[in-house]
């Protein structure tokens, strides 16, 4: 023990991070243990080149954007809907597709305590959003008489709680050896100094490392490995909060498949010019989405000879991958963007402090950067007033009375009876 504590006084010496033993005298073994074995697993090296390097904002420029092309899904005839859904369902009834949930946040943001993908709808009954998840699934797999691969990225924070939900809840009736669960990567934060701060006295501070953590987790996992052993050819990859985020959709799985990409995703149109959401584009001549912030108005009047907006398609957080997408980005490593958040620390007088402003940098990794891998991707416009329900928080646009009101109009007047009943 001795001789850990030396090591880690050594590399807290050399990063300027010493106040994380300020306490050291005053823990227990088990608390001194737990502190030490956390201290000597972080990459201090990685956390002070990413403050740094997050000092530099560096935006596009109009030089380096272009038009990323799109299809408008309100614009296909019934015969190209039908063609295309034909291919989608050939696709799921094979058991070509697998779906993929992004559902490592928690519910802090909606003054909940859990893992975000617990939140109940206040629906009667009311209903959980990995449950609304799952009855997507189980519809289609009561359809195409198919068994669906679900794979559940959890956070080191909600990793247990998620998985004893499930268990608690028995799996909503869906087949348990269908479902696997394995979680996305954290990273420390730091204050606005490039400080470590402490959760509690023994305890580093750390949070998930965001959704583009995907492909090294499910590497780690060995998952990618089980999906090519299953022959599965495309995974739906989506995030839990959006009840109207249909994982099968048959449309998207057939344009997507017929497209010639190996990589696709879902886009919402930009109503407002002025919104600095950012957009799909190709910059340095591969797909990406681009930060328009310094040139939003600008970028947002472009129309092709059609009258078409070029800039307007924004991301909900709806992907196809091809298998072979997956295993390329495995080994890939993608940029880390920062974002500052109010999170609640250990003071220097071993008190928690709550604080009434953000005060911390947290460094994440995105699923989109994975998109500038590839020479080209497939875009689909869809009708946010039908697809797009995501609850965010209780006080803006994306709260969840809309998205009740939008699920109990798109989803619940739709009767599916299914063979296995849910049990608390």
């Known amino acids: 023990m001795e001789d850990q504590l030396k090591n880690v006084?050594?590399?807290?010496?050399?990063?300027?991070?010493?106040?994380?033993?300020?306490?050291?005298?005053?823990?227990?073994?088990?608390?001194?243990?737990?502190?030490?074995?956390?201290?000597?697993s972080i990459d201090f090296e990685e956390i002070s080149n990413l403050y740094e390097m997050s000092k530099f904002n560096v935006l596009d420029t109009t030089e380096e954007i272009e038009p990323l092309p799109y299809t408008i899904r309100d614009n296909l005839s019934e015969t190209e809907i039908q063609h295309f859904s034909d291919i989608g369902e050939k696709l799921i009834s094979a058991g070509k597709i697998g779906v993929i949930t992004l559902?490592?946040?928690?519910?802090?943001?909606?003054?909940?305590?859990?893992?975000?993908?617990?939140?109940?709808?206040?629906?009667?009954?009311?209903?959980?959003?990995f449950e609304i998840l799952c009855n997507y699934l189980k519809v289609a797999c009561q359809k195409y008489n198919v068994q669906i691969m679900w794979y559940i990225m959890t956070s080191t924070e909600n990793h247990d709680a998620t998985v004893r939900f499930f268990e608690r809840k028995n799996f909503f009736g869906y087949p348990k050896e269908n479902i696997f669960f394995f979680s996305q990567g954290n990273l420390p934060l730091v204050d606005t100094d490039g400080k470590l701060i402490l959760e509690e006295t023994y305890k580093v501070k750390i949070a998930s490392n965001g959704n583009g953590n995907l492909f090294q987790a499910l590497h780690s996992a060995d998952l990618i490995n089980d999906m090519s052993r299953r022959n599965i050819e495309w995974l739906f990859v989506g995030?839990?909060?959006?009840?109207?985020?249909?994982?099968?959709?048959?449309?998207?799985?057939?344009?997507?498949?017929?497209?010639?990409?190996?990589?696709?995703?879902?886009?919402?149109?930009?109503?407002?010019?002025?919104?600095?959401?950012?957009?799909?584009?190709?910059?340095?001549?591969?797909?990406?989405?681009?930060?328009?912030?310094?040139?939003?108005?600008?970028?947002?009047?472009i129309k092709d000879s059609n009258g078409n907006y070029l800039y307007r398609e924004t991301?909900?957080?709806?992907?196809?991958?091809?298998?072979?997408?997956?295993?390329?980005?495995?080994?890939?490593?993608?940029?880390?963007?920062?974002?500052?958040?109010?999170?609640?620390?250990?003071?220097?007088?071993?008190?928690?402090?709550?604080?009434?402003?953000?005060?911390?940098?947290?460094?994440?990794?995105?699923?989109?950067?994975?998109?500038?891998?590839?020479?080209?991707?497939?875009?689909?416009?869809?009708?946010?007033?039908?697809?797009?329900?995501?609850?965010?928080?209780?006080?803006?646009?994306?709260?969840?009375?809309?998205?009740?009101?939008?699920?109990?109009?798109?989803?619940?007047?739709?009767?599916?009876?299914?063979?296995?009943?849910?049990?608390?």
Request: proline letters at 5%; hydrophobic letters at 40%.
């Open 239 to 301: 995030g839990i909060d959006n009840v109207l985020l249909d994982p099968l959709d048959t449309v998207f799985i057939g344009m997507t498949a017929s497209s010639g990409c190996l990589i696709s995703s879902k886009t919402l149109f930009k109503n407002d010019p002025s919104d600095i959401s950012w957009v799909f584009a190709r910059r340095e001549n591969v797909p990406a989405i681009a930060d328009c912030e310094n040139f939003v108005n600008e970028l947002s009047k």
């Open 315 to 424: 991301n909900m957080l709806a992907h196809l991958f091809h298998i072979k997408a997956l295993q390329l980005l495995q080994d890939k490593v993608l940029p880390f963007h920062r974002a500052f958040r109010k999170s609640a620390f250990v003071n220097y007088e071993g008190m928690k402090q709550v604080p009434d402003k953000p005060n911390i940098y947290k460094f994440e990794q995105f699923v989109f950067d994975a998109f500038s891998f590839f020479d080209n991707m497939f875009l689909l416009r869809v009708d946010a007033e039908r697809e797009s329900a995501p609850i965010k928080d209780f006080n803006g646009p994306c709260n969840p009375e809309i998205a009740k009101k939008k699920y109990e109009k798109y989803v619940l007047h739709k009767e599916v009876n299914f063979d296995d009943e849910d049990e608390d």
């Open 9 to 40: 006084k050594d590399v807290l010496q050399k990063y300027h991070q010493e106040h994380l033993i300020q306490f050291y005298d005053e823990l227990s073994l088990e608390e001194r243990d737990f502190l030490v074995h956390q201290i000597l």
């Open 103 to 129: 559902a490592g946040g928690q519910g802090s943001r909606l003054g909940f305590k859990g893992p975000k993908g617990t939140f109940e709808l206040d629906t009667k009954p009311k209903i959980s959003l």
